[in-house]
């Protein structure tokens, strides 16, 4: 991805040695905002409505940083609309109200307002659906910021009546323009070496606003030799990764997590697990989402899978963070590098679904026991073949509803224990057809 910021001159960008730096370097025309350029570009979304003139309500979706606020405000002076912003964090109805009286009011006057609303998801479902009307009437055209999933958090009405643009999260090499952006309007450069200079970007997590932050405070201090990683790091308070455990970004890692498992990339899933937990990641949670793998996705390819699972819960519950950790990990290892079958998932799938359709079919009653003597009477257990009593110890019964065909639910696949499986099935198979037929 490129980087946030055009390389135009310094003075393109507002600039007063008092407002902070972040501010200084704030573009000031939509085309100077290069980290967006899928958006922002002759063919992207936004590019293409400032070039008809016609703006639509806009959800813009990104991580912190990435450039939303600058872009509502943008947009506005590109199609001529009145910008007001709102926060949803300090703003009520009342607020909302007094805004869309003003905006009716410039309406008449042949102008129309974009409402730049920020932190949209914080608005409850009443207040998100206090803004339907004057979106619909054209008061306003709406563009609200979130860093949320938007499916999660907004109405379906109000998405129905906005398009969502999805802002991308700034890499390094955007990160590092910023940097170099910064050096220009200060004419000095940072006093980092090339490994500080990584590390400070890094510990951006791809936000561009703290960087910045990070680059002023550098700037405002006296230092009087280039510092290393570790005297940066001494220097400035670490930002700890973006990870909200009941929204977004849980759902991200876990699934990432999962598909690594089954993918079979210990290293990729260890990562994954990684992030998790040095967020804060509950590890019990994490545990019962490697229990449900053991069983989904490996069943009995290697019954050991599930048992070195538990045996993970046991040893956390017994040592605890950080010594129990390790446990987590093992159990992540012994996954990712485990032969793989979901054939106990897709039987679990198929029985529950054939169960549900054949209702309550009586099962033969040669099989039933038969605890009384009108039972007894009736037939039940009559005629049953106690498998130990016959050769093989297989009698080749069958055991289903007398209105119902054999099923097949269970197809071993032929990695790892359930090679061995499908051998014995093929055998009892055989036999089965062998002592009909006789």
């Known amino acids: 991805m490129a980087d946030l910021f055009a390389p135009e001159p310094a003075a393109g960008f507002a600039s007063t040695d008092a407002a902070p730096l972040a501010e200084r370097l704030r573009p000031r025309a939509l085309g100077e905002v290069i980290g967006q350029e899928h958006l922002t570009g002759p063919d992207g979304a936004i590019g293409r409505m400032v070039a008809a003139g016609r703006l639509s309500s806009l959800v813009l979706w990104g991580p912190p940083g990435t450039g939303k606020t600058t872009i509502a405000r943008l947009l506005a002076d590109a199609v001529g609309l009145r910008f007001a912003p709102v926060s949803a964090v300090f703003s009520g109805v009342a607020d909302l109200k007094k805004i869309f009286a003003e905006a009716r009011e410039h309406g008449r006057m042949g102008t129309r307002t974009l409402l730049f609303v920020d932190e949209i998801h914080r608005f409850n479902r009443a207040q998100q659906d206090s803004f339907l009307p004057y979106v619909e009437d054209g008061t306003v055209v709406l563009v609200g910021a979130t860093t949320e999933n938007p499916s999660f958090e907004l109405n379906a009405a109000l998405l129905s009546r906005a398009q969502v643009l999805i802002l991308n999260r700034l890499d390094a090499a955007a990160l590092g323009k910023l940097i170099a952006r910064a050096e220009e309007i200060e004419e000095r450069a940072l006093p980092l070496t090339d490994g500080a200079r990584d590390a400070l970007i890094a510990s951006a997590d791809g936000d561009g606003r703290f960087l910045l932050n990070q680059v002023e405070t550098l700037f405002s201090i006296a230092i009087d030799h280039p510092l290393e990683p570790g005297e940066l790091a001494a220097l400035l308070h670490r930002r700890m ?169 269970y197809a071993p696949s032929p990695r790892g224990f359930e090679a061995k499986i499908a051998e014995r099935l093929a055998y009892w198979d055989k036999l089965r057809q062998e002592r009909r037929e006789g």
């Not at 992030?275 to 989402?289: D, Q």
């Not at 990712?336 to 033969?364: C, D, H, I, V, W």
């Open 241 to 409: 990764a973006v990870y909200d455990k009941d929204r977004e970004g849980h759902y991200n890692l876990i699934s990432a997590l999962h598909k690594s498992l089954r993918g079979s990339d210990p290293q990729a899933a260890l990562y994954y697990l990684a992030r998790m937990l040095t967020a804060g990641e509950e590890p019990l949670y994490v545990l019962r989402r490697l229990v449900r793998f053991a069983s989904e996705d490996i069943g009995l390819a290697d019954p050991q899978a599930l048992v070195q699972c538990l045996a993970a819960k046991d040893a956390y519950d017994f040592l605890g963070s950080p010594e129990g950790e390790l446990a987590i990990v093992q159990a992540c290892l012994y996954l990712a590098t485990a032969p793989k079958s979901n054939a106990a998932y897709a039987a679990q799938k198929a029985a529950f679904r054939s169960a549900k359709e054949t209702g309550s079919l009586m099962p033969p009653k040669n099989i039933l026991n038969a605890p009384t003597k009108l039972m007894k009477e009736v037939g039940y257990g009559k005629g049953y073949a106690y498998d130990h009593d016959t050769e093989d110890a297989f009698s080749g019964d069958d055991y289903w509803p007398e209105e119902m065909a054999p099923q097949s639910f």
